[in-house]
């Protein structure tokens, strides 16, 4: 009995860590609507975020829709970079869920998934992060 758990515990962290990959760069440069917004659609599911680069022009509105894929494991989304006006953390649902912010200063700014699975990996460190890119 013990040795079948043993067996159980070792086959998910084998999963664990085949896919601990880093997921490819996905990019996406926001185009502006006629009604000046900058609007992006991301997808989140395991374990990456698709774009997972996305870049935006600084003082001009963004409305970032997000939602997840297919899957059971729960997913958010989390920016802190208030000195730019980006503050968000946003969990993640089958529909899409629409972030309202304006970015005020270039930069780069990394955002991940807070999420994890009791002791394995957190989600961000199997790949669920990205950079929000606030050009001039
Ligand atoms: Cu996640």
Redesign the pocket.
């Known amino acids: 009995m013990r040795t079948g758990i043993l067996a159980v515990a070792m086959l998910l962290l084998g999963c664990a860590v085949a896919f601990a990959e880093q997921p490819a760069q996905k990019r996406v440069v926001a185009t502006i609507d006629p009604d000046g917004v900058q609007r992006v659609q991301m997808t989140?599911g395991e374990?990456y975020f698709d774009p997972n680069v996305v870049v935006v022009k600084v003082n001009v509105p963004v409305e970032l829709e997000v939602k997840k894929a297919g899957g059971m494991?729960?997913?958010?989304i989390v920016l802190k970079a208030p000195e730019a006006g980006i503050n968000f953390a946003e969990s993640l649902g089958s529909e899409f869920k629409v972030i309202r912010f304006t970015p005020t200063k270039v930069g780069s700014y990394p955002f991940e998934?807070t999420?994890r699975f009791l002791f394995f990996e957190s989600?961000k460190a199997r790949g669920?992060r990205g950079v929000l890119d606030v050009t001039p």
């Open positions: 989140g374990y494991a729960p997913h958010d998934c999420k989600h669920m």
